[in-house]
């Protein structure tokens, strides 16, 4: 069982910034994929952001790409979403989730999945507001 816990969420103008961060239980946090997940009023929760165990690698949702950075610190049991230049548009709900299969290869190349069906486990949320 791993439990998640989302936090840094808040009110914020455009143009500002957030770092969210996830505390997660368990001894193999380093062996988990960890992915950001939104869901915001009306819309069903979107894929924002994912970062591999081992070498990190890392893939984005195109609407965030080179706005968000994820990262994780293995020592800590914490992955991170720091979101620059924030826009109305990314008001949400921001869910943290954990992978805990293991890593899978295609064609020598990690991959990370952006479906929510392949994480395991959610956090309760935290609110981003952005206001214009």
């Known amino acids: 069982q791993v439990q998640l816990v989302e936090s840094g969420g808040g009110l914020v103008q455009a143009g500002d910034s957030l770092r969210l961060s996830c505390a997660a239980s368990g001894r193999t946090f380093s062996l988990y994929t960890m992915g950001w997940f939104r869901q915001a009023p009306g819309n069903e929760r979107e894929f924002v952001a994912a970062?591999?165990?081992?070498?990190?690698?890392?893939v984005y949702s195109d609407s965030v790409k080179g706005r968000f950075t994820i990262s994780r610190d293995n020592a800590n049991n914490t992955v991170f979403l720091q979101m620059n230049s924030l826009e109305p548009e990314d008001t949400a709900v921001y869910y943290c989730?954990?992978?805990?299969?293991?890593?899978?290869?295609?064609?020598?190349?990690?991959?990370?999945?952006?479906?929510?069906?392949?994480?395991?486990?959610w956090g309760p949320g935290t609110q981003v507001t952005v206001s214009s």
């Open positions: 989730a954990a992978d805990v299969h293991g890593v899978v290869y295609i064609h020598g190349v990690v991959y990370i999945p952006t479906r929510q069906s392949a994480y395991d486990y």
């Open positions: 970062i591999s165990r081992g070498d990190g690698s890392t």
